[in-house]
């Protein structure tokens, strides 16, 4: 379905509630990236802090998506050359985040550093997992009722989350489990990837398209 299926009312609501679950994003990912930011330096986890930075590239991305929302709410339509412009810059975030956790996964397997077992680490992990789900389900509805970009390419950072929060836990815990150090940047790789082909898909507008075929 597309904005222009539905009433002016209908556009208005769902344009609030994904400025509402903007909002939700950038206070959710402050919290949860100071404190994996900071667990993940005292275990030297590199991809614990690779997460931490994705929930702050996640709210600089949800920052983006909801000051284009704010500005619709208050002229009533879109500016279309700058939601270009801002999906652009939201396709950027994810090439950051991918450049960033090659290039220290890449250092910790070239200085063979050990990380050290973190259960703070597992159990914010434990609780993306539970909580980034509900929240991308929710963006994606939203940007695909109004066929919107912008709010699909949000909702495509917080799947980046639950992939990161996944392979993360994975790394993390299998490390604990057996020791194995190179297991922790193997799973910064596999976030890397992600990130590229997400922003690139953002980059290209392509994530309406892609989306329409696997939603029910």
């Known amino acids: 379905m597309s904005s222009a299926a539905l009433s002016e009312h209908e556009v208005e609501r769902l344009t609030r509630r994904g400025l509402r679950l903007a909002q939700f994003t950038v206070a959710y990912n402050v919290i949860e990236g100071i404190v994996a930011i900071t667990a993940g330096i005292v275990a030297g986890l590199v991809s614990v802090i690779g997460f931490g930075i994705d929930s702050g590239v996640e709210s600089i991305a949800a920052v983006l998506v909801g000051l284009r929302l704010a500005a619709r709410l208050r002229h009533g339509e879109a500016d279309e050359r700058k939601e270009r412009i801002t999906l652009k810059l939201v396709a ?31 159990g914010l992990l434990i609780a993306s997992i539970i909580v980034m789900p509900i929240l991308a389900a929710a963006k994606r509805r939203v940007g695909r009722r109004l066929g919107d970009n912008l709010i699909l390419a949000d909702a495509a950072e917080t799947r980046i989350c639950v992939l990161l929060s996944i392979s993360t836990l994975l790394g993390v815990g299998l490390f604990m489990l057996t020791g194995l150090a190179w297991l922790d940047p193997i799973a910064a790789f596999i976030i890397a990837i992600f990130a590229v082909h997400e922003g690139r898909e953002a980059w290209e507008g392509e994530l309406v398209e892609d989306d329409d075929g696997d939603d029910d």
Request: charged fraction near 15%; aromatic fraction near 12%; proline fraction near 6%.
């Open 92 to 122: 950027v975030t994810f090439f950051l985040l991918a450049a960033y956790v090659t290039f220290e996964g890449a250092r910790a397997l070239l200085t063979g550093e050990t990380p050290e077992a973190s259960p703070l680490s597992i």
